[in-house]
């Protein structure tokens, strides 16, 4: 069955540091992976997403994802985190029939 | 902006009663999809569909249940609220059902009492 596990519940960071946030995915096929961002209140905007190809994945607001199979990881990174990154982070994986799987999420606290 | 609407954007119900959200896809979706997310949870597929045709259920009872139109608008129902209901409520469109990203609207906080 898939599922996503993203093990950190709330991360902080303070403005200019370097974030990575984890996701670990189960699923029996080449896996479709998105990350999403959620602001208070907010629906869900895509930040980027894999379906194949290079596993090294560029996204939008200077985000960036490493797809590792041998992993089973998704993980998000940014190089410098702005104090507009706040907000909540969703990892998710597709479940075949264009449904999505997602983690329970990460809180991302930035600190001046 | 994803050009996916929903309305209301909040709601307060009573234990029992009904309820109707709607959606309105980008243009040219024909496939929707709704996601109801817990507060403090992700969210949770409860159906897609495509065509105006349901295409794919998670674990929700029949309680639940929607309609898709051909101007690319659609509903979710939930017949006979529980307070476990109240959550905020995603829907998503997309161009197809295989390999294509879903946009999602600004979803619609329920409250049942």
């Known amino acids: 069955a898939q599922s996503v596990t993203q093990p950190d519940i709330h991360i902080t960071v303070s403005e200019g540091a370097s974030l990575e946030l984890r996701c670990n995915y189960s699923?029996?096929?080449?896996?479709?992976l998105f990350w999403y961002v959620q602001s208070p209140g907010q629906g869900l905007q895509l930040l980027l997403k894999?379906?194949?190809?290079?596993?090294l994945v560029q996204g939008i607001k200077g985000f960036e994802a490493e797809f590792k199979r041998s992993q089973s990881s998704f993980n998000l990174r940014k190089p410098s985190v702005h104090w507009s990154d706040a907000a909540e982070y969703f990892c998710?994986?597709?479940?075949?029939?264009?449904?999505?799987?997602f983690g329970t999420g990460t809180r991302l606290t930035v600190i001046p | 902006e994803t050009g996916v609407t929903q309305s209301p954007t909040h709601l307060i119900k009573t234990r029992g009663q009904q309820v109707t959200l709607r959606c309105s896809s980008q243009?040219?979706?024909?496939?929707v999809s709704w996601y109801q997310q817990a507060l403090g949870q992700g969210p949770q597929f409860i159906f897609q569909?495509?065509?105006?045709?349901?295409?794919g259920r998670g674990n929700f009872p029949p309680r639940f249940s929607g309609l898709q139109f051909p101007n690319y608008s659609s509903e979710l129902n939930v017949n006979a609220l529980e307070l476990d209901d109240s959550a905020l409520y995603l829907c998503?469109?997309?161009?197809?059902?295989?390999?294509?990203?879903?946009?999602f609207g600004p979803g619609t906080r329920l409250l049942v009492l």
């Open positions: 998503a469109s997309s161009g197809d059902i295989h390999q294509e990203t879903q946009y």
């Open positions: 699923y029996g096929a080449t896996p479709y």
């Open positions: 894999y379906f194949s190809g290079d596993t």
């Open positions: 998710a994986v597709e479940g075949g029939a264009n449904n999505l799987f």
């Open positions: 243009s040219g979706h024909n496939t």
């Open positions: 569909y495509y065509r105006e045709e349901e295409n």
